[in-house]
């Protein structure tokens, strides 16, 4: 099934079944106001909306209504956990190929994972809104999963069981703020501001056989400015598969149901396939004619992100934003 | 006034105002049912609440009972961010200073922050369960803040009136998995597994005159097995106050209300008020002898964490734990 969240002015929105189609939408306040509460209870709650969810493709609910993604928040508008995992190794190695520092051997069988902001998410169609131009502007396409309650030292082979929905992201990065970040040893913070996710999560099930082995085998398309610029393939060099990440994640502590897991930037070592942030592209530039050409992007710059099935049709409908330029309060 | 959220079942728990003294609470589901309800709409609930705790305090509430901390969950039981500071740079220099490693002068104006994990907190009574003492478990007593809603780019001047609740933690760090973790540079993740944190969340009006310029102007206590380690002053040495921590963190994104921010690890440059963290203790080994000879905590250890008023008063409670050792579910 396919689920959603509409701003109606409260913080965590409010839930709605999406047809399969992405045209039509049935609120799901009979069954759980909120996505946070259907995944507190997901054994209980989920059965009710997948029969909605039946009804609504059936064209036998009682009162759809179109579905229109501008009026989507992010699917879980605040969670409680939103670790970003960097599964495309090939993409860590590019970057780092750039400014000439080597790639620990060790990445490639540990896992990279960052712990992200979670509290304040945007919607799919919501502006980027940002204070300066100077800071490196970037998005990243990502594919994410929400897991229902993770036990502390779940191995990868339980782990796919709790893998409840996935989501797509763009984790938009401030790239000109990541190496002193990185340099004081304790991750990223200011760097990464608001994440924004896909109109709709969906259940495994929507994938059909692209979702195999805790991978999604489908191409993750970044439009930007209009021309696309990337399609790597989620499933094709994902070094590191969702139920590995969510095994390292609860190597010492618990996840919580509602608990966010990104794949990090999808990333396909045929070039050919383009790219999903602009960092990759600059770091093949920087390779190839020893400096980047492609500038960050700039206040009214678009970026969508997409995946469609093998028919072409949007499984997730589009994330599909505008960078803004945001003037904080004064001082005082 | 003072709030506490005790354990019914629920994964938010059951918010109660507590009385001054610690020793009567009473349920306020007539206000609202847990401490995020309240936060996200502070300034309409928090007068309520302040009310039936002066109506506590006075012993003329309805229906008070004894309050027993052992059934206090974390006053946020799971939060939507938890940034944690190192506003203790002492602590840092020491820390680095032992392991040989210049610390940036950056340090002293730029403050540390990381993202830690908060959908799973623990309660102030609660055991620590992890799988190994080879991990290097440590405590880290540290003061923690609480916000409304902060708006993007807000400034140190106008931080300090976001800050509606104050709390003690125990930051529990896995010393040996830290450098590691630290070398790949996405911050801490495993080595910090579940925090714990006080009884009580009290507000700043509470502290009299021990809350000034954004810091705690009292000692905290660490006792670790039943003998007193340490009990720096958490307004000495604390080189950036909550004010510019939470400036910190809105360079570039809001914080939601229910935000909660660490100090990091208090210390002191005077040694002689010892420590609150055994990794600081064992910094100090290595420099004075060339090792360090005090072990991290075995299971069955127990900490306790605590600061007093000027007349020897609990002001939040104590966090008082013991290690144990946890069994993971088998692999499949």
């Keep these: 099934m396919k689920l959603a969240t509409l701003k109606d002015g409260t913080r965590d929105g409010q839930l709605v079944v999406v047809s399969r189609d992405l045209k039509t939408a049935h609120i799901a306040d009979g069954v759980a106001l909120t996505l946070q509460r259907a995944l507190d209870d997901w054994s209980f709650i989920a059965p009710q909306l997948q029969a909605l969810y039946e009804q609504l493709n059936a064209g036998k609910a009682q009162r759809p209504f179109d579905f229109d993604p501008k009026r989507c928040m992010a699917p879980l508008p605040r969670a409680y956990q939103w670790a970003d995992g960097s599964a495309y190794v090939n993409h860590v190695e590019l970057v780092r190929k750039a400014r000439k520092a080597e790639m620990p ?3 490639w069988h540990d896992p990279l994972m960052y ?7 945007i919607g799919p169609m919501d502006d980027i809104l940002l204070e300066s131009e100077e800071w490196g502007i970037d998005f990243e396409g990502e594919v994410a999963v929400i897991t229902d309650d993770v036990p502390m ?15 797509l992201v763009n984790d938009v990065s401030l790239r000109n703020l990541i190496p002193a970040e990185l340099a004081k040893g304790f991750g990223f913070f200011q760097s990464k501001p608001a994440s924004s996710f896909s109109p709709v999560a969906v259940t495994p099930d929507e994938l059909d056989d692209a979702w195999d ?13 209009g021309a696309l610029v990337g399609q790597p393939n989620a499933g094709v060099d994902m070094v590191f598969s969702f139920p590995q990440l969510i095994a390292h994640l609860t190597k010492t502590r618990c996840a919580r149901a509602g608990s966010i897991i990104g794949s990090g930037t999808v990333s396909n070592k045929d070039s050919s396939k383009g790219y999903t942030c602009v960092a990759e592209k600059r770091a093949l530039e920087m390779i190839a004619h020893g400096e980047a050409k492609t500038p960050f992007m700039k206040f009214g710059d678009t970026i969508k992100i997409e995946m469609l099935d093998k028919n072409g049709k949007s499984i997730f ?8 330029q945001y003037t904080p309060p004064k001082a005082r």
């Design 115 to 121: 712990q992200g902001g979670a509290d304040d998410f």
């Design 317 to 324: 409908g589009a994330i599909n934003q505008q960078v803004a």
């Design 153 to 167: 030292g779940t191995s990868p082979e339980r782990a796919l069981s709790h893998i409840k929905l996935l989501m």
């Design 213 to 225: 082995n805790g991978k999604v085998h489908l191409p993750l398309r970044a439009t930007w400015n």
């Design 105 to 107: 051997e060790s990445f």
